[in-house]
């Protein structure tokens, strides 16, 4: 097996391990102030220490414009996330994130005036066919997901693709990513400090202590800019189509190891929901 397709695997499992540990903070009703806080403080360090080399840009405007951009998305997707992981099950949430895709692709398109490729429309199709899919109801029965969580997984879709949005104009303004995303992890940890500041004599709703939560947020940060580094080692050497269809396996381990440690489980229409997101994000990153 080539070295970049099991480095692409590493950061799907990576990614997916993640996605877990955001379940397992919903699923003993920790607060999202504390986990963001481990984890943006963790991912501070983490970009901080491979910017090293380029100390004078923290200097720059731009950078600090740009990563405000970023850490909105960021920040903003990220809680939108984990609430809906509140309200629904996590395979079907990680494949609906992953619809931003759609968002960022569409309006690229309008701002360069390219046509869509016929795998693009596909992958596009495939996505919307998805949302239709899990707001049907199969012989009078009710919805397989609630209003509630669908709003919240729009409205994380949307804030997740101005994240990857501003991540791409970064690129194309050609910014250094790792002071970009040193500084967005920044600003999102300072938010987060204050905002656990704000909250100190809140009533603690959680299954578990604050620090354990904490503690959490920080595994976080630290598997997700583990899959992150894996991920670009992987596109580095290999073709960008089949890493990126290979890391999009990350929702496939999200699935299986929230069934394994939650019990979670798909009915009829969420499974078809999430092989039609599944089929959109592939046929989206082959083209």
């Not at 596909?122 to 066919?129: K, P, T």
């Not at 790792?178 to 709703?205: D, H, Q």
């Not at 598997?223 to 890493?243: D, E, I």
């Amino acid at each position: 097996m080539e070295l970049y397709i099991i480095e692409a695997l590493l950061g799907a499992l990576m990614f997916g391990i993640g996605a877990l540990i955001f379940k397992w903070n919903t699923h003993n009703f920790g607060d999202e102030v504390y986990f963001f806080l481990g984890l943006y403080i963790v991912g501070t360090l983490c970009f901080a220490a491979g910017a090293t080399d380029h100390l004078s840009a923290f200097k720059e405007p731009i950078y600090h414009f740009m990563a405000s951009v970023v850490a909105l998305g960021s920040a903003g997707g990220n809680y939108a996330f984990s609430h809906g992981l509140r309200r629904g099950p996590a395979g079907l949430s990680s494949a609906f994130a992953k619809a931003n895709v759609v968002i960022v692709i569409s309006i690229s398109s309008i701002y360069y005036q390219e046509k869509l490729t016929v795998l693009e429309l596909l992958g596009i199709c495939s996505f919307v066919s998805a949302m239709l899919v899990v707001n049907l109801r199969m012989r009078h029965s009710t919805k397989s997901v609630s209003s509630v969580w669908f709003l919240i997984m729009v409205v994380a879709m949307f804030l997740i693709a101005f994240r990857n949005g501003g991540l791409k104009i970064a690129n194309e303004l050609d910014l250094n990513s790792s002071v970009v995303l040193a500084l967005t992890y920044g600003y999102c940890a300072l938010f987060f400090i204050v905002s656990s500041f704000v909250k100190r004599n809140v009533p603690w709703p959680g299954k578990v202590s604050k620090l354990k939560v904490v503690f959490m947020g920080c595994m976080t940060g630290i598997v997700s800019y583990a899959g992150l580094y894996f991920y670009v080692a992987a596109l580095k050497t290999g073709p960008g189509s089949v890493v990126v269809t290979v890391f999009s396996l990350d929702m496939f381990f999200l699935l299986l190891m929230s069934y394994i440690f939650f019990g979670e489980r798909l009915n009829f229409n969420q499974k078809i929901g999430f092989i039609l997101s599944a089929l959109g994000f592939i046929l989206i990153g082959i083209n």
